[in-house]
């Protein structure tokens, strides 16, 4: 018998976890802990999962419901609500090297829902020899470090999102979901009512009461000032890691410094999430 062990990572952000079978029934204890986990260190690295789809939609449904994505020419078929991210699936140049997709800059996922995930969680099924990792950053750190006056005003501010600004959504897909939802740029932790700053720079369309030019500038500044090492954790995937990261309180990146053609595969379910306050 193993116990389940959960150990921080760093000061910030990130729980390694230890010693749970997620492709097995999980009691109800074992799922509060896990999500009390999520809510206090905002990512979890599950190790030493083997999960069949079926298996990967079970261990999802730990932090929740799952919700439809909106790339859905990515859907697994059979699963519709498992996402898969696959380097093949890069667009290549007429020479046949690959361009990777805008997944590189600082986001959280799917912010131009009404209720957007309260978590993503991916699965590694395949990986690079080397590189293709994920890096995450704690939003309620950054909003910590902020001086009170930029505390005050952020907190006044509001984002209105829409799907990316360069995008490959399907005709049904940009019609359901590129509607212009507005969210608050800093958001209350349901949980835990920590407050954390919450955006996606490609999915900002503008800030209320602000030209869109003028917004992305204040996004984009934002980031450079609040992105610091102590509040990142790059994540070197391992076969069988099943990564948990709380969208309501972290952005995430991926490093596209691999060979594409060598066939990185992940799974990805979101899970549902509150309107943000
Ligand atoms: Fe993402």
Redesign the pocket.
């Known amino acids: 018998m193993t116990t389940l062990s959960i150990r921080p990572i760093t000061e910030s952000i990130g729980a390694e976890v230890t010693g749970v079978d997620l492709g097995a029934p999980v009691d109800a204890a074992t799922r509060l802990a896990l999500d009390r986990a999520l809510a206090d260190h905002s990512l979890l690295v599950i190790r030493d999962q083997k999960l069949t789809p079926a298996g990967f939609m079970a261990a999802s449904s730990v932090f929740g419901p799952s919700m439809p994505q909106h790339y859905s020419q990515f859907n697994m078929p059979g699963f519709p609500d498992i996402g898969v991210l696959s380097s093949r699936d890069s667009d290549r140049r007429p020479d046949g090297s690959y361009i990777l997709r805008g997944?590189e800059c600082w986001?959280?996922?799917h912010t131009n829902r009404e209720r957007p995930p309260k978590a993503?969680i991916l699965y590694a099924v395949s990986l690079p020899s080397k590189g293709g990792d994920t890096s995450f950053a704690s939003m309620r750190a950054a909003y910590a470090a902020l001086p009170e006056e930029d505390k005050r005003r952020f907190a006044a501010m509001k984002t209105v999102n829409r799907l990316d600004r360069h995008n490959t959504a399907r005709a049904e897909d940009k019609e359901k979901y590129d509607v212009g939802i507005v969210h608050p740029l800093v958001r209350t932790h349901p949980d835990n009512g920590t407050k954390a700053l919450y955006f996606h720079p490609t999915k900002t369309e503008r800030i209320v009461g602000m030209e869109p030019g003028e917004s992305i500038a204040l996004i984009d500044a934002l980031l450079d000032r609040i992105i610091r090492p102590d509040i990142v954790y790059r994540h070197r995937w391992r076969l069988g890691d099943l990564v948990v990261c709380d969208n309501r309180a972290a952005l995430?990146q991926?490093h596209a410094d691999y060979d594409p053609a060598e066939g990185r595969l992940l799974y990805r379910v979101i899970v549902e999430g509150d309107r943000p306050v």
């Open positions: 997944t986001h959280t996922d993503t995430h991926a």
